[in-house]
């Protein structure tokens, strides 16, 4: 069974671009989950989707991050514009059920310049 | 709101050595502790979980983790390590709700040969 699927794993932005990256999660999962990870903050939830149903929107990351799922193998986090401090690690992962591990894709590195 | 601390940044060890890795939560409801171990360039990856029961669960590759109510406390334990298990490793805590899992800073081991 594959795992979660995350393109590209890299990705160089300029600032004030859009950036789309792209998830797959385990087939059958009915969480999923976008994450921030950096040195300073570390693991940040953006965005948490239940049967596709957007059910945290990150808060903070609200006006520039909007992260969808068409459909339930597919997530989409798109960051409009970008800026520099937007330079993470972008993590998904999904998960079959509350109280479960969470199986993490390998991240998409952002870059901004 | 749950909190989560790991107070070491880095551990180093040598190979063969026992470690125990630090986590202590704050949290005044039900509790759902779980470990992942990160390598770089790698999304993270369950290593193991307490609810209840057992305050002492074991995981993959040799891990366990004991649970203290007292101590408020998650530690992770390993009897001998390789240098395999060189990585930084994150302890998690979600609550009521159970899909929001806050997790740690993370503490870097580094296994020397």
């Known amino acids: 069974d594959a795992g979660v699927t995350q393109t590209p794993r890299h990705e160089v932005a300029e600032k004030g671009q859009t950036i789309i990256l792209k998830c797959e999660p385990v087939?059958?999962?009915?969480?999923l989950f976008w994450y921030r990870q950096t040195k300073i903050q570390g693991l940040e939830l953006l965005s948490y989707f239940r049967s596709k149903s957007l059910m945290e929107d990150g808060g903070a990351f609200k006006d520039r991050f909007k992260a969808e799922m068409l459909n339930s193998s597919f997530s989409t986090l798109k960051i409009q514009p970008t800026e520099p401090k937007d330079s993470a690690v972008y993590l998904c992962a999904s998960s079959p059920r509350d109280y479960a591990e969470q199986f993490f894709g390998p991240g998409t590195r952002l870059t901004v310049l | 709101t749950q909190t989560v601390s790991q107070s070491d940044a880095h551990v180093t060890v040598f190979e063969g050595d026992s470690v125990e890795l630090r986590c202590n939560y704050s949290y005044g409801g039900s509790i759902y502790l779980s470990w992942y171990i990160q390598h770089h360039g790698h999304g993270l990856q369950f290593l193991l979980k307490?609810?209840?029961?057992?305050?002492v669960v074991q995981g993959v590759n040799g891990f366990e983790a004991e649970f203290s109510k007292s101590d408020s406390s998650f530690h992770l334990r390993k009897a001998s390590v390789h240098w395999s298990d060189s990585a930084v490793y994150f302890c998690a805590v979600s609550g009521t709700g159970g899909y929001k899992v806050v997790f740690g800073s993370g503490t870097r081991l580094l296994v020397s040969p």
């Open positions: 307490y609810y209840s029961g057992n305050p």
């Open positions: 087939s059958g999962h009915n969480d």
